[in-house]
């Protein structure tokens, strides 16, 4: 059976140039994607940066840890403490202490991402004037990177929205002088005092002194940090940087390389399935010459694997290719940190190519019995109709697949609504639904196409009827094609459609939880109480200012949690804030109390808890009340006592009855007018918080749709190829019957839509059930949306595979019915 399964590659060389194509590609990608994943594993050593010359930095306790049975649980602090003002006095006996501050400007000229500093710290960089001189003026300041010039002037963005912890620069500075960048930030200095005004808080300190004399004098002073050497690294700004782009690049990588792996290994097996059930009446002869079934069954496996190890090998070399490339494309976007290469490892390119061989494998095993009970009758048969397309192992998988969809489901649902909410969740379970639907999918094609040609098998000519007839004859084949067209619809509807979802939902939440103004701050400083004082002065008007921090809390003894708090004074908030109460009272929030969510394990109103506030704190709390837990946003609510230090960044403003809205618009723009705060009605606050998705999971999605789309759209034209020059003879038989030509040439594209139009279908479907599930999720969980699909993504897709597919075969056709139809009706397939 090896001469025949050799001979066989020959004489078929367009079908088995199909698959390889199709696997080489696959390899590739799940090559390129294991050398990714591989590659962001570890970041390179770190010297420190901002504080390369400082001896040494006291930092105060930026960090809370608590004990449990299995150790330690660290969480960043949201409210850093100073380093005690006993400790600075006892520093500065020791030698010269500098405060540093680090804050976000935001300027209109300059590059996008700033960050403000005392001048003082400059020296510790070492940064040195190169232009001009040191600024001396409280609008004077410093600038690196070369941006601007000694003696511009640098103008406010005042239409940017500030974001806590960002200072908009109001009015115009002056530059004072330049220094050289040093790669890793954009700096601005203002003067020490400036720098004060617009970030009270330090929490750190360069001082010029013996290190070991500077560790005595901070022992005994929890939390505080004596760093020197490496460990200095610490001090940066943005010392986590590497570690968050690790984690955002794992994430990215491991998304798209599971996905990528399912579309690869989807797509591959359907490829080969669809080759051997090409080949039904090959098998009769050689049943009819005497082969017996296992030499049928040992022929296909010595093709495929064959097959397989040539192009498991090709798609290796492939993705030696295109990783450097992806790499590249990645630090280009802003997706991954300038040192992110592709390294040297090994793993990825044994497991791709283990993969193709399996994939290959497994995708004619059940081609291949059934190839071996194919009878010698077959041989004789002349009818294209395929008949028991849905094989007992078909029925049970995709039954159990579509089943297990559902339980999981209904589980999720029932059990912990919000887990259906997770980017893990919500990437996961479109995979299930696309290959149970997959599987099932003969069972609906014939009855889909006639749906869909219902109106086109009704106009004048045969054209309609024919084209519908074909794609319903051939289901084997109908499949097959709008298998890829079915992953991408699905992946792009279920994908995309469900973090607009809940975007939409999280505005939702914002648009029922706004009364009639909200009121932002110019500056991470936030408002004064002279400004706090005027707003509450504006008639009409009822005011609740709240500041941003967080709580933590121990949950089962060994998970310490960290959940985002409001600060705001009892009672306004129950009347300014629309909070989503299950249980209890608003009101009743005092100094001695929290409003939690049901997220919280527990959330009995009445009941005591243990927390952990901003800056440490350890407190005891009574639950006033509790809200729904919503799409994870409605954090939880506490008095400004327990949140020290905190700043008021937004303040909730109602209309009292009978107040008129323009008028109290006026007043408030009045009151902040001096501080630069800037006042947004209800729906221009939904809209400047309009929730986006992360980046790093936009472009990391788009990435999968990208490789997705390209793949599939491959494979579609691949297999398109391989079912024209299938039927050959049915075309030629066609001309036979008086069929011109070019309306031959018309109906191969007419089969061609029609089946790219059942891949959407059944993707949109996939899609739909997708999106239903988080629908229902976010419904147990209060959050009334609407399900939100991509369509012009969708349409997108659509449109690319109906180009490819109609290409792939009207081109093929024409060439081949460049030949006599009298000659190609003898043509044996």
């Known amino acids: 059976m090896l001469s025949v399964a050799l001979r066989t590659l ?29 590659s962001s594993l570890h970041a390179p050593d770190r010297k420190p940066e901002r504080f390369a010359a400082a001896p040494v930095v006291v930092r105060g306790a930026d960090t809370l840890r608590v004990s449990t049975p299995i150790g330690d649980r660290v969480q960043k602090l949201a409210q850093p403490r100073a380093v005690p003002a006993a400790v600075v006095a006892k520093l500065k006996k020791l030698g010269t202490v500098v405060e540093d501050r680090s804050f976000t400007v935001r300027a209109r000229s300059g590059p996008g991402e700033l960050v403000g500093h005392p001048w003082s710290t400059a020296a510790f960089g070492p940064y040195e004037i190169d232009a001009g001189r040191a600024p001396h003026a409280a609008d004077e300041v410093v600038v690196s990177g070369g941006w601007a010039k000694p003696g511009e002037r640098v103008r406010t963005d005042r239409g940017t929205v500030r974001v806590v912890g960002t200072v908009r620069v109001v009015g115009t500075v002056r530059v004072a002088g330049t220094v050289a960048g040093r790669g890793f930030e954009n700096a601005v200095f203002y003067t020490d005092a400036r720098a004060a005004q617009l970030c009270p808080t ?37 010392a986590d940087r590497d570690s968050e782009a690790l984690t955002a690049m794992n994430a990215m990588f491991g998304t798209a390389a599971g996905v990528t792996t399912f579309v690869s290994v989807f797509v591959v097996a359907s490829t080969f399935a669809f080759s051997v059930a090409q080949r039904r009446r090959e098998f009769g002869l050689l049943r009819t010459a005497g082969a017996t079934p296992g030499q049928i069954r040992r022929m296909v496996f010595v093709e495929a694997l064959s097959v397989g190890v040539l192009a498991s090998a090709a798609g290796c070399v492939l993705g030696s290719y295109g990783a450097p490339r992806l790499s590249a494309w990645a630090v280009d976007g802003g997706l991954a940190p300038s040192w992110f290469t592709i390294g040297s490892a090994t793993w990825p390119y044994y497991t791709a190519c283990a993969t193709g061989l399996l994939v290959a494998l497994c995708g004619v095993v059940t081609a291949a019995w059934r190839a071996g009970r194919t009878g010698p009758t077959q041989a004789l048969r002349e009818a294209s109709v395929d008949t028991r397309t849905m094989t007992r192992g078909r029925w049970l998988f995709g039954t159990a697949l579509l089943l297990t969809a559902a339980v999981t489901l209904g589980l999720a649902l029932f059990s912990d609504p919000g887990d259906l909410l997770h980017r893990k969740t919500y990437v996961s379970r479109p995979m299930l639904l696309i290959t149970a639907v997959a599987l099932l999918a003969p069972v609906v094609v014939r009855p889909l196409t006639r749906l869909i040609a219902w109106l086109p098998a009704r106009l004048p000519g045969a054209g309609g009827m024919l084209a519908r007839e074909n794609a319903a004859a051939g289901v084997r084949r109908t499949a097959a094609i709008a298998a890829p067209v079915l992953v991408t619809v699905a992946l792009a509807g279920s994908l995309l459609g469900a973090t607009a979802t809940l975007n939409e939902a999280k505005a939702t939440e914002t648009r029922e939880q706004t009364a009639a103004f909200a009121i932002t701050p110019a500056s991470a400083a936030g408002f004064d109480a002279a400004t706090l004082r005027k707003l509450r002065a504006v008639p009409g008007a009822e005011v609740s200012a709240t500041s941003s921090s967080a709580v933590y809390v121990l949950e089962d003894g060994v998970s310490l949690i960290k959940d985002e708090a409001r600060a705001a004074d009892p009672g306004p908030p129950a009347a300014t804030a629309h909070l989503p109460i299950v249980s209890g009272r608003a009101g009743d929030l005092d100094d001695d109390s929290i409003i939690v969510n049901e997220e919280w394990q527990r959330h009995t109103v009445g009941e005591h808890v243990r927390v952990w506030l901003g800056d440490g704190t350890r407190k005891t709390l009574r639950i006033a009340a509790v809200m729904t837990a919503g799409t994870g946003n409605n954090g939880v609510y506490v008095t400004p006592r327990n949140t020290p230090g905190a700043s008021v960044s937004r303040v909730d403003v109602a209309l009292t009855d009978g107040a008129d809205a323009h008028a109290v618009a006026a007043g408030l723009r009045a009151a902040v007018r001096t501080s630069g ?25 788009l990435l999968v749709l990208g490789i997705a789309l390209l793949y599939t759209g491959i494979s579609l034209a691949n297999t398109m190829v391989m079912a024209t020059s299938d039927r050959v003879r049915d075309l030629a038989l066609l001309r036979l019957a008086g069929a011109t030509r070019w309306q031959v040439l018309r109906l191969v594209g007419a089969e061609a839509l029609m089946v790219v139009a059942v891949g959407g279908v059944l993707g949109l479907l996939v899609a739909a059930l997708n999106l239903a599930g988080i629908w229902s999720a976010l419904a147990l969980l209060s959050v009334p949306t609407t399900i939100e699909l991509p369509w012009r993504t969708i349409g997108a897709a659509v449109a690319t595979c109906a180009a490819l597919a109609v290409i792939s075969s009207v081109a093929p056709a024409a060439i081949t019915l460049r030949r006599r139809a009298v000659e190609l009706a003898g043509t044996r397939e």
């Open 10 to 38: 020959r004489s078929r060389s367009i079908t088995f140039v199909g698959s390889f194509v199709a696997l080489s590609l696959g390899v590739a990608l799940i090559a390129v994607m294991g050398l990714a994943l591989a």
């Open 202 to 238: 330090s929490t750190q300190l360069a001082v010029d002194a013996d290190p070991a004399a500077v560790r005595t004098a901070v022992r005994g002073s929890a939390g505080v940090q004596v760093l020197t050497g490496d460990a200095r690294r610490s001090a940066d700004a943005d």
């Open 677 to 701: 705060g800037q006042v947004f009605t209800k729906e221009q606050w939904v809209r400047a918080t309009y929730p986006e998705t992360n980046r790093t999971t936009r472009m990391g999605f």
